[in-house]
């Protein structure tokens, strides 16, 4: 089975978009690729983060994972937490002397994260080459993904190239991005030209998975869309109403065109709350999962198990690679 890993930062309660980016793709997959699922808590301290919520977020992160679908009980699932494995960060140094800052501060998401920001963290920069170790340490060829985290798989694929041709030898599998069709960027309610994200500045442009039907119905009824008033698929000119399509599509399980052909000639109302409905339907669901999940004793099972899986896969990985770059003794 060829390998597929994603992980999703515990960095707040995950939204609609990391559902769409990352979640989704999982389930949809799972039963095809080995598959890598981990909580990169490591990732998520690049800004303050409280270490009290930290803990939460890491729980709350693999109970979700379950509640939208992930199947912890299949054989080739494997999931896990980024720091109860030492060899991320371990590989992450090697990689870091073999990536030149001029690429990591041309990374989108860094600019974008250090924009008014004096005194960013050094990990805000090296974080995507944390990333790479992530990927590379387990030789997966998929990485499920939003379009924002593609640029930073594109690292990853620059790395294995780099290392396995510097060292005239096998080091790395090079990665590729899986992006999905509809729903690669799930766009900010208020700003339709940001995408949605869980610690964005403004809580209310965001869908969480744990948002009641109130809240949902409040968030999407408020959406910013336009003037034009004419039901449209088109995101360039028409970014919010577009974004409504797409967060239909994806959680009615219809087809794009199909939700087009749906809303045509109607109003932006009705599109509303006809998305507010789907998504309280969907994630009400999810919600009577997580809780019951929570009751049991499945996430510390699955974690406890795919941890040691992780680690000793990534065992072998590590002490490959030290030994091709000469460090210890021969
Ligand atoms: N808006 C989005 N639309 C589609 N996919 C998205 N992803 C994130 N936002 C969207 C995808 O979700 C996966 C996990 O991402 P992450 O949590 O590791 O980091 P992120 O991309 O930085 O996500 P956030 O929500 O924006 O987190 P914060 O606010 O902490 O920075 C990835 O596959 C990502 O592409």
């Given at each position: 089975m060829e390998r597929l890993l994603t992980g999703l930062q515990p960095s707040g309660t995950l939204t609609i978009g990391n559902y769409c980016g990352g979640i989704n793709q999982i389930c949809k997959y799972q039963e095809t690729y080995e598959t890598f699922l981990f909580v990169p808590d490591m990732h998520a301290i690049t800004v303050p983060q409280d270490p009290e919520q930290l803990h939460k977020n890491i729980r709350q992160a693999v109970g979700l994972y379950l509640a939208c679908?992930?199947?912890?009980?299949?054989?080739?699932m494997h999931i896990y937490i980024q720091s109860e494995n030492p060899y991320h960060a371990n590989l992450s140094w090697i990689l870091e002397c073999h990536s030149y800052y001029g690429e990591l501060a041309r990374m989108h998401q860094f600019k974008m994260k250090s924009k008014n920001n004096e005194s960013f963290t050094a990990g805000l920069v090296t974080y995507p080459v944390l990333m790479a170790a992530d990927i590379l340490l387990y030789d997966a060829k998929y990485v499920p993904t939003g379009v924002d985290q593609k640029q930073h798989v594109e690292l990853a694929r620059n790395l294995a190239e780099r290392m396995n041709s510097r060292y005239q030898e096998e080091c790395f599998v090079v990665p590729e991005p899986m992006i999905p069709e509809v729903g690669a960027k799930i766009r900010d309610l208020a700003n339709p030209l940001n995408k949605m994200s869980k610690s964005a500045d403004n809580p209310k442009a965001s869908v969480f998975l744990m948002d009641t039907p109130e809240e949902i119905k409040k968030k999407i009824m408020r959406a910013t869309t336009d003037s034009d008033g004419k039901i449209a698929f088109d995101e360039e000119n028409k970014p919010g109403v577009s974004n409504l399509l797409t967060i239909y599509s994806v959680f009615a399980g219809v087809s794009l065109d199909d939700t087009v052909a749906r809303f045509d000639g109607g109003g932006y109302g009705d599109l509303k709350k006809a998305v507010a409905e789907v998504l309280a339907e969907r994630l009400t669901v999810f919600q009577d999962k997580y809780a019951e999940i929570m009751k049991s004793g499945i996430v510390d099972d699955a974690l406890d198990r795919g941890g040691e899986y992780a680690r000793q896969i990534a065992a072998e990985k590590y002490e490959k690679i030290r030994k091709i770059v000469g460090f210890g003794r021969i």
């Amino acid at each position: 089975m060829e390998r597929l890993l994603t992980g999703l930062q515990p960095s707040g309660t995950l939204t609609i978009g990391n559902y769409c980016g990352g979640i989704n793709q999982i389930c949809k997959y799972q039963e095809t690729y080995e598959t890598f699922l981990f909580v990169p808590d490591m990732h998520a301290i690049t800004v303050p983060q409280d270490p009290e919520q930290l803990h939460k977020n890491i729980r709350q992160a693999v109970g979700l994972y379950l509640a939208c679908g992930v199947d912890a009980s299949l054989d080739n699932m494997h999931i896990y937490i980024q720091s109860e494995n030492p060899y991320h960060a371990n590989l992450s140094w090697i990689l870091e002397c073999h990536s030149y800052y001029g690429e990591l501060a041309r990374m989108h998401q860094f600019k974008m994260k250090s924009k008014n920001n004096e005194s960013f963290t050094a990990g805000l920069v090296t974080y995507p080459v944390l990333m790479a170790a992530d990927i590379l340490l387990y030789d997966a060829k998929y990485v499920p993904t939003g379009v924002d985290q593609k640029q930073h798989v594109e690292l990853a694929r620059n790395l294995a190239e780099r290392m396995n041709s510097r060292y005239q030898e096998e080091c790395f599998v090079v990665p590729e991005p899986m992006i999905p069709e509809v729903g690669a960027k799930i766009r900010d309610l208020a700003n339709p030209l940001n995408k949605m994200s869980k610690s964005a500045d403004n809580p209310k442009a965001s869908v969480f998975l744990m948002d009641t039907p109130e809240e949902i119905k409040k968030k999407i009824m408020r959406a910013t869309t336009d003037s034009d008033g004419k039901i449209a698929f088109d995101e360039e000119n028409k970014p919010g109403v577009s974004n409504l399509l797409t967060i239909y599509s994806v959680f009615a399980g219809v087809s794009l065109d199909d939700t087009v052909a749906r809303f045509d000639g109607g109003g932006y109302g009705d599109l509303k709350k006809a998305v507010a409905e789907v998504l309280a339907e969907r994630l009400t669901v999810f919600q009577d999962k997580y809780a019951e999940i929570m009751k049991s004793g499945i996430v510390d099972d699955a974690l406890d198990r795919g941890g040691e899986y992780a680690r000793q896969i990534a065992a072998e990985k590590y002490e490959k690679i030290r030994k091709i770059v000469g460090f210890g003794r021969i």
